[in-house]
């Protein structure tokens, strides 16, 4: 990302708020159940979120024949400890799936070695890609999640003069960070968990692209602003979306039951 690790912390927050309101309907998108500061012995201190995601029209539609509509409610719990990061998403009609996302966060431009501190079991079966933001591939996935139109080749920032990206922007970009992701993802069902391991996997890797294309095209809608300020307007937008489902903001003692 061509953006220092305080910068894309900030790009981050508002792309997530921004893509969760471009995504809820009455029907189907982001409820937050909490989303509130943490600390443990695990993570230090950070911020704490419990969201179901409702996206019964982005079932494929292999998936629809033998699932009930209600089959891709999934239910992701984030323990965001900047520059660390975990998510653990969980499918109730699925029971035993499960997919884990860590991110680690580092200022450099996306060279540095097994920065997860993989096992050399674990190094042997890891599969590694790189993801370009600049990159222009289209494939279902990234037409289901959806996909920005602009033209990094061409872009460039009217806040910061960052842009465009050219081909090897990433030796080039001063500053520059990389979002290290390790996905982990187990599908114990035979017949078809093969087949559903990889349309999560590629629509993970669609949902990235897409989110991290975004969050440095919406660069001047966010440069300039502070965590705090994006901590109250995430606060409102969280009330937002459940209105839009439909439902209300827990209050603090329901919340301290949920889990």
Known sequence: MPLSLEEYQVAQMYMVMKMQQQNTTGTEGVEVLENRPFEDDEFGKGQYTLKLYRLQSKAPSWLTTFAPADALVMQEEAWNSY???KSVIKCPYFTRFRLTIETIHKADNGLSENVHGLSKTELATREVET???????RDYWS???GRN???FSIFQSAMTGRGPLLD???ERCNP???AYKLVTIDVPYWGFGSRLEQALLAGERALFLESHRNSFAWIDEWFGLSVEV??????????????KLGQHCLDESARGRIG
């Open 83 to 85: 520059p660390r990061c």
């Open 131 to 137: 993801i370009d933001i600049a990159s222009d591939t």
């Open 143 to 145: 037409y289901i999640i």
């Open 149 to 151: 139109s602009i033209d």
């Open 168 to 170: 090897g922007w990433q």
């Open 176 to 178: 520059v960070m990389t």
């Open 230 to 243: 994006l901590r109250e307007l995430e606060r409102q937008s969280d009330t937002s979306l459940n209105e």
